[in-house]
């Protein structure tokens, strides 16, 4: 996996973090950069650290799943993103919480960061698989997604969720894309050397 693939997959991974970001900025009558730093640095460490939980169960395994990697790494991808997808078409209108992020809940942002990083071990996974370094890896997801949520509360602030649903069908769409390069590179189908 390249560096503009490496570079594109922490930004689809950003998606869901990016888009509770912005709706936290819905909520804030004026922006609060304390809880923005922290709802950014909590994000960009959790969507960071699962995919580095994911690579070393992956590399755990390995051996076992070495003929048919391809096809898991496919398989996860399109899963992922017909995931996000479904539920960004599904979704059903949600007024944005009118809530004081004075007082901002430290285990608030510890369950949202959380839940925007679960799909990151899957990929995790799949970096095990396809042999990415993982250091550098887990370091542009982290350093993306914080960017990303610190962005995705100063948009939601100021223009409203009006971009949020296209920019996660276009990560989920994306997502499927890679999913199904690596399948056509590892069964010969396209060459490797376009990374």
Do not use: R
């Not at 390249?2 to 936290?24: C, K």
């Not at 990697?69 to 996860?76: E, K, R, S, T, V």
């Not at 007082?103 to 071990?121: C, E, G, N």
């Amino acid at each position: 996996m390249g560096i503009g693939e490496m570079i594109l997959t922490a930004i689809v991974l950003s998606m869901d973090a990016f888009a509770v970001a912005i709706s936290q900025g819905l909520g804030m009558k004026k922006i609060n950069m304390k809880y923005t730093g922290m709802l950014a640095l909590l994000f960009g460490g959790f969507q960071a650290g699962m995919p580095l939980i994911g690579w070393v169960l992956g590399s755990q395994f390995q051996q076992y799943i070495e003929k048919v990697d391809h096809w898991i790494a496919f398989g996860l991808l399109s899963f992922l993103g017909i995931k996000m997808i479904y539920e960004t078409l599904n979704e059903k209108q949600e007024n944005a919480e009118e809530v004081s992020k004075d007082d901002f809940s430290i285990k608030q942002l510890l369950v949202m960061a959380l839940a925007t990083s679960v799909d990151a071990l899957a990929v995790g996974i799949m970096f095990a698989i396809i042999k990415v370094e993982i250091v550098k890896a887990v370091s542009i997801i982290g350093i993306c997604t914080f960017l990303l949520s610190a962005i995705g509360v100063v948009i939601g602030n100021t223009f409203g969720a009006k971009y949020k649903n296209k920019a996660v069908i276009a990560g989920g769409s994306i997502l499927i894309l890679i999913g199904l390069k690596i399948l056509l590179e590892h069964t010969g189908i396209l060459f490797n050397g376009l990374n």
